[in-house]
């Protein structure tokens, strides 16, 4: 990794995250610019890098499971430039009072919480039945919606104590869209996505991303924060010099926190071995109960069963999520997004809108909730849009 001196560089992008390195690829394949990337990490990848684990040969992605899916053919044909992709589907599983339940919610789920053997058809008429209590109700939040969604004994086992550890806030004060994002099927389709494409990169996901900046007119600059006045690519020098910005920094951050902070979820990951070939059977092992204090354990092993040749056969690891809300030097996950924080970012967009040589991307950027595959998508809009109009 390399560095532009100032004056040779004519775009600086701040992250070398997804949507970072998007517009890096874009602005070296449409124009003949020369980009900066930094990134305060000592890697490329943003959330989405992940590393190989001596151990047990595993790759583990470090800011939390990654799983590639999308059902837009522009994006998918441009990642698969760059990367082939496995045929992993994605399929989680959820432990309720000492049983195994396939998620997400789906025929199988119902007929074996109910111990019966239910058609789609009275599965259906049951879930009615037992969300017959919000008839008429139009579901404003998490509460209301997941009891709409699959009626109360299954919101009570599956969604009301896995929430409450996600989010530590009650679900009748969280918007109803985040359990929206989980479907519900009565046939037993126990796909996670819903989406025409999904897989995971080949060769792992930081060596798609090198391929996507692997250009001589790409430099980057790691373990380089923005705010250092120390190191050349600062805020300062470059907002006097008007060279073009791309930042997706926490935008709050990018002002200084001047009308407040915004609010996020992060996540601690606990690492536990076992002298195992495979401890859970499946990759996702989601824990619905209040007793078991972390949300979910990730058993990467088991995303990549094509590589079973270069893994341990007797070694597996497995880390455990736990969620809380993010104190000011944690990394910031899940942007919280109460009515407050839409009202602040609001704000903080209409004061990015006057800094006229920097454009802001990408999940810290536009406090959204993005995937990966939205995070592609916008970036290659913005370079369009906005980064293109800035470098002529
Ligand atoms: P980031 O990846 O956050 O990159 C921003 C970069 O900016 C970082 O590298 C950061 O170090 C850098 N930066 C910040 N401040 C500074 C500074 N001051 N100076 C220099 N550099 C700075 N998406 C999916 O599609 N599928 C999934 O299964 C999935 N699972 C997820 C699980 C978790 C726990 C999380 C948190 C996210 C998940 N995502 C998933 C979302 C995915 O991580 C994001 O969509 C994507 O990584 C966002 O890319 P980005 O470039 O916007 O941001
Ligand atoms: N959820 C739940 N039980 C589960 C899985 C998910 O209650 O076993 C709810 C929870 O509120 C979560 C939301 O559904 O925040 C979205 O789940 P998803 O798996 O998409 O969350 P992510 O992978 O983004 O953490």
Request: aromatic letters at 14%; hydrophobic letters at 35%.
């Amino acid at each position: 990794m390399s560095s532009f001196t100032f004056d040779e560089a004519d775009i600086v992008i701040v992250g070398a995250g997804l949507f970072g390195l998007t517009i890096a690829q874009q602005v070296v394949e449409h124009t003949f610019a020369r980009v900066q990337i930094i990134d305060i990490r000592n890697h490329i990848g943003g959330n989405a890098y992940s590393y190989f684990d001596d151990e047990t040969g595993a790759e583990i992605h470090k800011y939390g499971a990654h799983l590639f899916h999308t059902s837009s053919k522009v994006v998918w044909d441009y990642v698969n430039r760059f990367t082939k992709f496995t045929h992993y589907t994605h399929r989680v599983f959820a432990t309720h009072s000492g049983v195994v339940y396939p998620l997400p919610i789906n025929l199988g789920t119902i007929n074996q919480f109910f111990n019966k053997s239910y058609t789609p058809e009275q599965a259906k008429r049951l879930i009615e039945q037992q969300a017959g209590e919000l008839a008429g109700k139009n579901p404003e939040n998490l509460n209301d919606k997941g009891i709409s969604l699959i009626g109360r004994p299954l919101y009570e086992a599956f969604i009301k104590n896995y929430t409450a550890k996600q989010w530590q806030t009650d679900p009748s004060e969280l918007p109803a869209d985040i359990i929206t994002r989980l479907p519900v099927r009565f046939n037993y389709d126990n796909r996670y996505f819903k989406d025409t494409w999904e897989g995971l990169p080949v060769d792992g996901y930081t060596a798609w991303f090198k391929r996507m900046i692997d250009h001589d007119r790409i430099r980057v600059s790691l373990q380089t924060d923005f705010f250092d006045e120390n190191q050349p690519f600062n805020k300062d020098t470059l907002n006097s010099s008007g060279k073009p910005v791309v930042y997706t920094g926490p935008i709050d951050k990018y002002f200084d926190y001047c009308l407040g902070q915004l609010q996020w979820r992060t996540v601690d990951f606990k690492e536990v071995r076992y002298d195992e070939a495979d401890h859970f059977g499946c990759p996702v092992m989601n824990f619905s109960d209040a007793d078991v204090p972390y949300t979910r354990a990730i058993e990467f092993k088991n995303f990549n069963p094509e590589r079973q040749d270069s893994m341990n056969p007797s070694k597996t690891v497995v880390w455990q999520e736990y969620s809380r809300f993010a104190e000011p030097d944690d990394e910031p996950y899940y942007p919280i997004n109460t009515h407050e924080d839409k009202l602040l970012y609001q704000q903080y967009m209409q004061l990015s809108q006057s800094e006229n040589n920097t454009v802001f991307g990408g999940r810290l950027g536009t406090y959204k909730y993005y995937d990966m595959h939205q995070v592609i998508a916008t970036a290659l809009h913005s370079f369009e849009h906005e980064v293109k109009l800035l470098l002529h």
